[in-house]
């Protein structure tokens, strides 16, 4: 409890003489940690003028308290003046702190790259000073700028030495939001099994401290790795959206969204296009729908436009069962039902496949199978075969049709599903 903290401040100042700049100072931070800024400003505003040797502090104090009262430009421009002082002055840490503070201002303005220079700079201030805290905070502010960025590589080297630092210092807060950052980059770069392992570690703190708020964002995204992984993260995820406040509804929306995916993917190896298609639509329509902030909003979005993604890329080819039509990645509908040798020889190749994935079909396998019955000298027989295996890559077969030593055969890297036909 920090009020008793305040009273006790401001009896103190009543009884000086004369008014105490570093009580004053004192008093404008409690009113901004009890989320009171406008006293903490009325209280600065007098002495801004001249504080003294307390000039830096009652200008990084004031500014905090107008950039909370949206008043943007007059905060920017106390930061600017503290950040001279302790410049001036030498004073590394509070510099640091100063830039910190400044870095958020300029987020909230939209201007990433200011925010970035500052964060940068605050970063080395903290480095030669040694405030791991500081330092480690920092690292997470400028990971969430590569993060949304798009640069995953250096966000999660920044987010990983955040949570060595977070964790060393017993930080169960921090190692918890940390963690939860770390665990969703995971998912966006496509690694749920470490994502998992991430998120149970950022759960746990989190638990351990009551951080509702941020213990729904990690449990979401954990229900999206156990999916990923095989388990079943559904019934997490509505516990979560349960636990969510209003302000994170689109971010569970989004969860829900990239959960459905792996309904999308049971749907194509099922043959159901219709149930599939429907699935993506709807997850489309939604990132187009949802707002950008906020800041949640724009990674988790970005998480979700990473699974659709990887869902297209392993989409593979859909092959009718008869050799009728087939069905290219991009969803070009090819059709054989008048080709019948190109079916004749597409049917054999995927029967081949499905029963024993990666063993080829002899030159004589497949003249068998596209001119059954026919006796053709061999010379003239295999110039047949190449034409036709030509028309079929031609048509669209070519990424999938291999020829090896052996004969041929249908990659086996090559997801294949069995479609409705329609």
Partial sequence: ???????????????????????????????????????????????L??????????????????????????????????IAHFEMAGRRRELGLVLSNLGGLHVERSDAERARRCWSRALRCFAVEG??????????????????AGDLETAERRYRRALELHEELNNRRSVGIV???????????????????????????????????????????????????????QARLDIARDRAPDDLSEVMELYAAAL???????????????EERAILNAAEELLARVGTTPDEVRRVGRLLRAELERHRRSAGWAIAADAS????????????????????????????RLSSPGETLTLEDLLRAGWPGQRVMQAAARNRLHVALSGLRKLGLDPLLQKRRQGYLLDPAIEIYLPDRR
């Fill in 131 to 148: 405030d791991a805290r500081a330092e480690a905070v920092t690292l997470g502010d400028l990971g969430l700028l590569d993060h949304e």
């Fill in 260 to 274: 459905r995916l792996d309904q999308a993917r049971r749907a194509r190896q099922d043959g159901k296009q219709d």
């Fill in 1 to 47: 409890p920090l009020d008793p903290h305040l009273q006790r401040l401001v009896e103190l100042d009543r009884k000086l003489a004369d008014r105490d700049l570093e009580t004053q100072c004192a008093i404008a931070q409690l009113h901004l940690v009890l989320g009171e800024p406008e006293p903490a400003w009325r209280r600065l505003e007098a002495i």
């Fill in 325 to 352: 039509f087939f069905l290219t990645p991009e969803q070009e509908r090819i059709d054989l039902s008048r080709r019948h040798v190109f079916r004749r020889l597409l049917a054999a190749l995927l029967q081949a």
């Fill in 179 to 233: 963690c939860c950052d770390l665990g969703e980059l995971l998912l966006t770069r496509g690694s749920p099994i470490e994502a998992r392992d991430v998120l149970l570690r950022g759960l746990e703190a989190l638990t351990s401290i009551g951080d509702g708020r941020q213990r729904v964002l990690a449990e979401a995204a954990l229900a999206l790795a156990e999916t990923q992984t095989g388990e079943d993260g």
């Fill in 49 to 82: 003028a001249d504080a003294g040797p307390w000039q830096g502090r009652a200008e990084h104090i004031a500014a905090n308290a107008l950039r909370r009262l949206g008043r943007h430009d007059e905060a920017l421009a106390c930061y600017e003046r503290a």
